[in-house]
């Protein structure tokens, strides 16, 4: 069993930077791929950028290649989402979820955070 704790969300400008970070009050992060997805009010969740278990590959949405980074470190049992140049459009409530699988899909998403959200004003 895998608790999320999402932070560092918060009310910046278009072009500003945001760092997410993901802990856990309960399990470890080590052996799963981990994900952030985000949902915008009216829209379905999506998929924003994925990790693998062990920190070798990163895989993003393509409409935040170049601005956003995922990273992982397991032994502070955290994975973090550096975004840079944000746009409103990047508005929504940020998840953080753990996989078995290394995977974009929302399904395969084992377990899940309570949520940050990220307004970005124009």
């Known amino acids: 069993q895998v608790q999320l704790v999402e932070s560092g969300g918060g009310l910046v400008q278009a072009g500003d930077s945001l760092r997410l970070s993901c802990g856990t009050s309960?399990?470890?992060?080590?052996?799963?791929?981990m994900g952030w997805f985000r949902q915008a009010p009216g829209q379905e969740r999506e998929f924003v950028a994925g990790?693998?278990?062990?920190?070798?590959?990163?895989f993003y949405r393509d409409s935040v290649k170049g601005r956003f980074t995922i990273s992982r470190d397991d032994a502070k049992n955290a994975v973090y989402l550096q975004m840079d140049s944000l746009k409103a459009e990047d508005t929504a409530v940020y998840y953080c979820?753990?996989?078995?699988?290394?995977?974009?899909?929302?399904?395969?998403?084992?377990?899940w955070g309570q949520g940050t959200q990220v307004t970005v004003s124009s």
């Open positions: 990790i693998s278990w062990r920190g070798g590959r990163t």
């Open positions: 309960e399990g470890t992060l080590s052996s799963y791929s």
């Open positions: 979820a753990a996989s078995s699988l290394l995977s974009r899909k929302l399904e395969d998403y084992e377990y």
